[in-house]
């Protein structure tokens, strides 16, 4: 049996106290002060950093490894855990000094929005002049740097810029169906210059200062090995939780308790298996492909369709799980106090997320008939 990463067996170690804090993550709609202060102690905001700056260089499967374990206990922190360590892997393509720089200290913490905003950076002596506002950035909470990709004024690139933020008004805007405690704010900066620096040309060769196999992943590729990690820990917490269920439970006008009844029985079974099978299609992906990277130095198209794949058939399979034994679990799942609402709520908010549409089954059955993929993936 392979040995398991040590940042797999404290983020298992922490669930008691995530379990202990989730319902106050949900009412102030972020992570409380203890739960922050100890992911930085732990280290796990390093993830995906280079070791050349203290980070662990974590390969994916081990990525999506510690954010399932997380979110087993608490969806909202094990999204947190993975949006700040995609953001973090701009160390790798920052000159090795700016990079300690930002990501050295223990709150070295940079948030951001998806791309896609109408907003362009000016190019002026020395950096870039920006405005603009962006949404979506989790983890904004606990996080010293923000980022914003643009398009530059006259060039036909995007670059993203990355500022501190006290620079940036922030604006509360998470009020949400699930993954409330994620902080995912609005933020705004206004004819901010950005020294060159502090920019970068994110995923491309020409900024990558670090040559390891995890950088030859794009953000994306690593995002979406993360968060189906998260739909996989909640789907994990809600089946531990069912059958946790008093061996008596029963259902209105039923005669026999819960568990004696075949139709969940089935159901049960089938959402282990569902569950089981995403995850080894998601690790087994993920290994596979690191493992040609390391050799190669590149994966291939084929390859970049399955890491499309695998991780949006996680997310949707642990939705379905969710799903299932919510229903199962009768009238007791729709009440706060109990372990299964929070759940459902999360995991269908994580199906919304680009990561888990449904679009993607059809670039990746594009790609595996040798055609170009018509969205981005």
Partial sequence: MPDVHPQILKARALQPLLTERAAEFNRIRELTPDVVAALKQGGFFRLLQPKSIGGFE????????????????????????????????????LDPPVAQEMFGPVDGILAWGPPGAPFEAEPVEGGYCASGTWRFASGSQNATWLGAHMRVKGRSEIRTVLFPKTSAKMTDIWHTLGLRGTASNEYTIKDLFVPAKHTLLRDKAVDRREQGPLYRFTGNQLYSSGFAGVGLG???????????????????????PMRENNVVQSQLAQSEARWHSARAFLHNTLDEIWEHVAQHGEMTEQQAGMLRLAPTWAINQSREAVSTLFHCA???????????????????????????????????????FGMKPENQF
């Fill in 58 to 93: 974590m390969k994916p499967s081990d990525f999506s490894k510690v954010t399932e374990a997380i979110a087993t206990a608490d969806g909202s922190t094990g999204w947190v855990v993975c949006q700040s360590n995609g953001c973090s892997t701009t160390a790798a393509y």
């Fill in 234 to 256: 909640i789907a994990r917490g809600l089946i531990n939780a069912f059958l946790e269920l008093p061996a008596t439970k029963g259902s209105r006008g039923a005669s026999r």
């Fill in 330 to 368: 009768g009238s007791i799942a729709v009440f706060e106090d109990q372990p299964f609402e929070r759940r459902l709520r999360d995991i269908h908010t994580v199906s919304q997320q680009s990561q888990g549409r449904q679009l993607h089954y059809e670039s990746v059955g594009q790609i595996m």
